[in-house]
């Protein structure tokens, strides 16, 4: 079972609609990311948090709003999306941002957008 | 930009014969680590490789890491139905960027 938990798992919205996304992590780690999956597309790395604190954006369109109270937690508000949005959104976690550390990941949201 | 490619996208096996994946990196890294996803499953890691040349293994799975540290490849002896899923490679630049690669999506066939 995954030390790192999603909800919800699915999620159908439409584009004029507010939802959020919800990760926590039951592992101690300090840093925390969120992730999106498209068909045959390489994981795209969309935040990162170090200790609470962001210190990656990855170009992310404004309609994904992150959100990381403490470091065990992570939200991802959606507003306004696109149907090309629709993906699987992964949120990872690893002990701290250095070079060894292994992301564990967990079950994801299979976002659609109608 | 920083590229982390794999080949092949796509591949089927009889049981029991052997598979491996390439992973190309366009610059120099520091590590490479892999990963496991199997279908509708989130990726899980494997194992990570650090030093130029290395090669470990994990019972019937060999990773090996190329000594310019800009290729790694994971070869599975024998496959088995349970090795179904899609595999990736994620490299790490000596500026602590990660970069997944595409993703082998390994087919078994009992």
């Known amino acids: 079972e995954t030390g790192v938990t999603q909800t919800p798992r699915h999620l159908v919205m439409g584009m004029t609609n507010k939802k959020s996304l919800k990760c926590e992590q039951h592992?101690?780690?300090?840093?925390m990311y969120w992730y999106k999956q498209s068909a045959k597309k390489p994981l795209e790395l969309m935040f990162v948090y170090n200790f609470k604190e962001q210190t990656e954006n990855n170009s992310v369109p404004s309609r994904f709003s992150p959100e990381c109270p403490n470091s065990s937690h992570l939200f991802l508000h959606l507003h306004t999306l696109q149907p090309e949005d629709s993906a699987l959104y992964l949120c990872?976690?690893?002990?701290?941002?250095?070079?060894?550390?292994?992301?564990?990941f967990g079950n994801g949201t299979r976002l659609t957008v109608t | 930009g920083q590229q982390v490619m794999q080949i092949p996208q796509y591949q089927h096996v009889q049981e029991g014969e052997d598979f491996t994946t390439y992973c190309n990196s366009s610059t120099t890294l520091s590590n490479i680590q892999w990963y496991k996803q199997r279908p509708g499953g989130h990726p899980v890691f494997l194992i990570q490789?650090?030093?130029?040349?290395e090669v470990k293994k994990q019972k019937r799975l060999t990773f090996q890491f190329g000594e310019a540290k800009k290729n790694s490849s994971l070869h599975i002896t024998a496959t088995q139905t349970t090795d179904v899923g899609t595999y990736f490679c994620a490299g790490r630049s000596t500026g602590n960027q990660f970069y997944f690669g595409t993703g082998t999506s390994l087919t078994v066939i009992p």
């Open positions: 592992l101690g780690h300090n840093a």
């Open positions: 990872a976690s690893s002990q701290d941002r250095g070079q060894s550390s292994p992301l564990h």
């Open positions: 490789l650090v030093k130029s040349g």
